[in-house]
């Protein structure tokens, strides 16, 4: 099983750069927070100062209105002397209304009213009350006087019959306007001093979070990584597919697409799909589920028959998902076909020492009691047995592989006092190569073998098996019969699925499903019928010029 460990940070797989991640995140977060702070900053402060600059305007002019619409001024206009009178009344608006000035002059701009008396009778400076004497408007102006830079209102003055006889200008020193500005703005820094404290804050705990979730590598050394493990599982024989816990797709590697997708097939994008989509009963939910590893389990993926090693992936003491690594049987073929073939050598020889050692216990025994005669006949019996069942299978099967094979199984049968009966009419006049021999060993081998499992438990005159296989016409026709309790119609309809078993054992019911899976490749079928001898019957078809192409096919001979 797999578990994700923390990498050993003293062991960098390239040098570091000058400044590790952590640094970078809390330096970029924190410059970024400070562009922000000073963009925010200098809009809400632009904002504050004009908002503040225009409610300073409005209030001189709402002031400046208010002084031009008092009768007596205009009244006092017509006076020798109209600043004595226009004085008295604006010096206490203006103390009022906290004004920094609160002027009235004629149309030549001559003072009738000043907070210095001494100014009164000058003419006003400023040069802005052009737009008021000429045109008549009512307007906010912001220029130098007397008193220094100001924010004024300027109204005229008209007398009862409209016309312009003065300006009155109302203004609030820039200074005094700056001060408030700077007031209500020193709140607005201290909030966003804070904020930046905080933000500044926030990046270094979300750069340690970050670092921590990649177990405290650099981004060279994760991006390394990642090409070396891609680099990894694409050059690899052996096809990888993982999953998450919800058995989806999360890596698939190349030699996996090509075990399980013809050539024809364009499946690029597989990932993020259910494993059940592409490949069913891989049994990756029940490593998921149980948490227990499958080891070199035979299965049917795609359409290649492969070995498979299936694990579970641990993270954090949970399980994360599944990987499952496998590889086509063929690509071993040769390996297990000479293991096969050593194993059914095996068991011939051990049969045929089992019952040799019988023969000599006979004739030694039979030379001790002085029956020479008797000794002499039971020899050239066994000779004229062993010859006899050399020539059936020489005469029935022209293919030294199907010979050596029947041989096993029929030592075998004898081990275990079964009988093999080979139909006189069987007949197999080429020899088969590549493929289409391999399917055929592996289907009589299986056939047989069950059929052997199935007789084993009668009584000893009712173990009985007939064969019978011919390639007379364009098929390969191969049939096992047997005498065991047959197979009931519920088993039937599941006999051939992987894994599926009548004996109800582990690591069962994969003969019959390789069987099946390995004929119809070469466009064949393999059937299950009522036996005449009240068990099971077997009935493999092969085609002969289907499937496959075959290696050194050639007519065989019987003599």
């Not at 209030?59 to 004085?87: C, G, K, M």
């Not at 009350?129 to 003055?157: D, F, H, T």
Request: with cysteine; proline share 3%.
């Amino acid at each position: 099983m797999f578990h994700f460990h923390k990498p050993n940070n003293k062991r960098n797989l390239e040098p570091k750069a000058t400044l590790s991640l952590k640094s970078k995140m809390i330096i970029l977060i924190s410059l970024l927070i400070l562009g922000i702070f000073i963009l925010l900053t200098w809009f809400l402060h632009s904002f504050i100062s004009n908002t503040i600059e225009d409610q300073v305007g409005k209030r001189a002019l709402s002031v400046a209105q208010s002084v031009a619409n008092i009768p007596e001024i205009s009244s006092a206009f017509e006076l020798n002397h109209p600043a004595s009178v226009i004085q008295e009344i604006v010096a206490p608006i203006q103390e009022e209304t906290a004004a920094e000035f609160i002027v009235v002059g004629n149309k030549e701009g001559i003072r009738y009213s000043h907070p210095d008396p001494g100014r009164i009778g000058e003419k006003m400076i400023g040069g802005d009350n052009a737009r008021a004497l000429q045109e008549g408007e009512a307007y906010v102006s912001q220029s130098e006087g007397s008193l220094g830079l100001s924010i004024r209102g300027k109204v005229p003055v008209r007398d009862e019959t409209g016309n312009i006889i003065g300006v009155v200008s109302v203004g609030f020193l820039n200074e005094d306007v700056q001060s408030i500005i700077a007031n209500q703005s020193k709140s607005l820094w201290l909030t966003m001093i804070g904020i930046v404290v905080l933000g500044i804050a926030g990046a270094i705990f979300i750069a340690h979070h970050i670092k921590k979730l990649l177990f405290n590598m650099e981004p060279k050394d994760i991006s390394y990584l990642l090409l070396q493990k891609e680099a990894i599982l694409q050059s690899t024989h052996e096809g990888m597919i993982a999953v998450d816990h919800n058995g989806m797709i999360t890596m698939i590697n190349k030699a996996a697409k090509q075990i399980l997708f013809r050539e024809d097939q364009q499946f690029e994008h597989v990932s993020g799909k259910s494993i059940d989509q592409f490949i069913p009963n891989t049994g990756l939910f029940e490593v998921l589920k149980s948490g227990k590893s499958q080891y070199d389990k035979e299965m049917i993926f795609g359409e290649s028959i492969v070995l498979v090693n299936q694990v579970p992936v641990y993270m954090e003491g949970k399980i994360a998902g599944a990987v499952s690594t496998f590889r086509k049987k063929t690509e071993i073929e040769h390996v297990t076909q000479e293991l096969q073939q050593i194993k059914q050598y095996a068991n011939a020889q051990r049969a045929q020492t089992h019952e040799f050692s019988n023969s000599l216990y006979t004739i030694l025994g039979l030379l001790q009691l002085g029956e020479r005669e008797e000794a002499i006949d039971f020899i050239k019996k066994k000779r004229n047995i062993q010859e006899k069942q050399s020539q059936i299978l020489t005469k029935h099967a022209a293919d030294p592989v199907v010979q050596g094979l029947l041989q096993g199984k029929i030592n075998q049968a004898n081990e275990l006092g079964v009988t093999i009966s080979i139909h006189p009419d069987s007949q197999l006049n080429h020899v088969y190569g590549g493929d289409k021999q391999e399917t055929l060993i592996t289907g009589i081998g299986n056939m047989l073998e069950n059929a052997l499992e199935a007789v084993k438990g009668n009584q000893e005159k009712e173990r009985q098996i007939n064969l019978f296989f011919t390639d007379i016409g364009d098929d390969i026709v191969v049939e096992v019969d047997d005498s065991g309790q047959g197979i009931s119609e519920e088993a039937a309809a599941h006999i051939f699925e992987q894994g599926y078993s009548t004996k109800g054992e582990k690591n069962r019911g994969i003969g019959l499903a390789l069987t099946q899976h390995a004929v119809q490749k070469q466009g064949g079928q393999i059937m299950l019928e009522e036996g005449e001898m009240g068990g099971a019957c077997f009935v493999m078809i092969i085609p002969k010029n289907g499937g496959d192409s075959d290696e050194g096919q050639h007519t065989g001979s019987y003599y």
